[in-house]
């Protein structure tokens, strides 16, 4: 298990005053962040305004030293003990940097599995497996150069488990990929954490991707955790009202009226929209039924009727709003 | 210490892999040490060598002093080269892999600076060898003193390229090290002029490259047919040099890596 309990990070910035002239100031990337990962789980980070998430991976990976905080990996103290990380961790970022193009595929796997000092009969049938999973075995031997963006990305998957991490962080792996590149790169990540045991940690702009595939969310804000939970948990938290889309042949503001009208009888604040001849109602209370006893009672051909569970993705946008309103009024 | 060894050899391979899949390279870094060399020798074609301040220079062997000098430059050269070469694996974003990972730095800058000396100057070392086995008759060589000298020299130029790949992982900002390294060393190690008929302030400056040292023994030991007692100071010195750069390349790259990780300079680029 990964545990990082209020990491810090604080550069010490050079600002450029004159020619002759230079000063030093804080800047924190990252103010306190704790999270937990564990094997077999898929964690979401998101982040909005410069959260720092690139800081935390890197933290996360070692590449970059926590000035406070904690971070025990697997029971060990990985700040003071780097070394003992690398191993049994490997990263994976989307774009086309971070291999190289003259060489082919092979050589580059061989080439990072050299650096891990992987036994080399191990080695070569490892190479051979990651890129029959990734479907590269035909493309083996020509340069990268020659590959596509989404065969470079798939390289970098198999790049990115060639010393078969235990934890694996995900940096915007499918940013920039076609759907269906992107939906194989879904199940290989699916299925290293449920079928392999991996402990995943991705970070992604996509919200509908996070919200597919992890099973736990951090949402951070300028350094900071701002929520976490599981998905169920996150919209929730934000949407605290339910939502129903409600409507019938024929409707109009009449019915709309007394729709509303039946329905403030059961909650006094619920509020019912009507654009383009549908309704959505929102209420605290369970409305389902009392929609559809109104139906029932003004002998109304009900076209559509069901509960809107709101995406991550609106969950997202609504925290980022009220967040920037906070920060409006603070200022 | 297998470990270390397969990181050594599989950087080179992608180094050679990576840089000189044209053919051509080789033609490229041949031709101007090639011209310079030309230069040099048609230059000494002006003067009176036989009147020389330099005992171990005259006429006749005056093409064995410069191609020594040339071929020797050329290993010192490359490694400075291939230092500044691998600065371009921060902006391809693979010194970040490079650094995540558990391999020993020093196998990996080893590795780069050993596929460069030997594939940067291949072409001049053949030719060199060509041309003074053409020349024969001018050398004279101590041969236990060159089979001492050569490791020592090969060393010392793989140690001197290790050591500045180290340097050149500080930040994106010692570009300018290659400026000052690259055509300094070449003026003031000896490799056109002896170092013995320059003023006292050049003479310092030349104590700083190590080529200097390297050129000093392998001159004595060729031409003017010294045995390991003449030369045993500048032997001496070598040593001393490569011990001195062995453990400042070790401290350069443990500071390196703490101010990479301080900073997270490793992904600016």
């Known amino acids: ?331 | 210490m297998k470990y270390f060894i397969k990181v050594v050899l599989a950087e080179s391979y992608k180094q050679h892999r990576n840089y000189f899949n044209n053919k051509m390279i080789y033609v490229s870094l041949f031709l101007w040490p090639l011209l310079s060399f030309l230069a040099s020798y048609y230059s000494y074609k002006a003067f009176d060598l036989e009147e020389s301040a330099i005992s171990y220079i005259n006429s006749g062997n005056i093409l064995v002093f410069l191609l020594i000098g040339y071929m020797a430059m050329s290993f010192f050269r490359s490694v400075v080269q291939s230092a500044w070469r691998f600065s371009s694996e921060r902006q391809s974003g693979t010194l970040e892999y490079i650094y995540l990972s558990p391999a020993s730095r020093l196998a990996v800058l080893m590795g780069n600076a050993l596929s460069s000396v030997f594939e940067s100057s291949v072409v001049m070392l053949v030719f060199g060898i060509l041309m003074i086995f053409y020349n024969r008759e001018s050398l004279h060589a101590n041969v236990v003193g060159l089979v001492v000298v050569m490791p020592i020299y090969v060393i010392m130029a793989l140690l001197w390229g290790v050591f500045i790949n180290a340097c050149f992982l500080y930040s994106r900002d010692t570009d300018f090290l290659f400026t000052i390294l690259e055509e300094p060393m070449e003026i003031f190690s000896g490799v056109k002029v002896p170092v013995m008929i320059f003023p006292g302030w050049a003479k310092l400056l030349s104590c700083i490259f190590p080529l200097t040292y390297a050129l000093e023994a392998l001159r004595q030991v060729t031409l003017n047919n010294s045995d390991l007692g003449t030369i045993k100071i500048t032997v001496l010195i070598s040593i001393l040099i490569i011990v001195v750069l062995l453990a400042a390349t070790l401290i350069t790259i443990h500071i390196v890596e703490k101010h990479v990780r301080k900073t997270g300079n490793i992904i600016l680029f």
Request: glycine residues 6%; contains cysteine.
């Open chain 1, 1 to 331: 298990m990964i545990e990082i309990k209020n990491l810090q990070k604080v550069y010490d910035v050079k600002r450029r005053q004159s020619f002759f002239h230079m000063t030093r100031e804080k800047v924190v990337a990252v103010k306190d962040i704790s999270m937990r990962i564990d094997k077999g789980q898929i964690v979401g980070l998101l982040g909005i305004n410069g959260a720092g998430k690139t800081t935390t991976i890197k933290m996360l990976t070692t590449l970059i030293e926590p000035t406070n905080g904690t971070y025990s990996f697997d029971g060990i103290d990985a700040i003071a003990n780097p070394d003992l990380v690398k191993r049994q961790i490997n990263m994976i970022a989307g774009g086309e940097r971070m291999i190289y193009w003259r060489l082919t595929a092979y050589e580059n796997l061989w080439y990072y599995g050299q650096l891990y000092g992987i036994d080399n009969t191990l080695l070569k049938k490892r190479i051979e497996k990651l890129l029959q999973i990734v479907g590269l075995e035909d493309k083996a031997d020509l340069p990268v150069e020659t590959y596509s963006k989404g065969m470079k990305q798939r390289l970098q998957i198999a790049r990115g488990l060639i010393n078969d991490p235990k934890y694996i962080f995900l940096d915007e792996p499918t940013i920039g990929l076609d759907a269906v590149v992107t939906q194989d790169l879904h199940k290989e990540i699916r299925s290293l954490a449920k079928d392999q045991g991996k402990g995943i940690l991705l970070t992604s702009h996509y919200l509908s991707e996070v919200e597919e595939l992890c099973d736990y969310i951090y949402l951070v804000n300028k350094g900071e955790l701002v929520i976490e939970g599981t998905k169920k948990e996150l919209t929730d938290y934000v949407f605290a009202r339910n939502r129903y889309v409600f409507s019938v042949r024929g409707m109009d503001k009449k019915i709309v009226c007394r729709l509303r009208d039946n329905l403030r009888m059961i909650d006094p604040e619920s509020e019912v929209l009507f654009e383009d001849g549908s309704c959505t109602i929102i209420s605290k209370a369970e409305l389902s039924s009392a929609i559809a006893e109104f139906a029932l009672k003004e002998k109304l051909v009900i076209n559509e009727l069901h509960k809107q569970e709101p995406s991550l993705e609106q969950a997202v946008i609504k925290l980022s709003k009220n967040l920037e309103r906070k920060d409006t009024q603070i200022a």
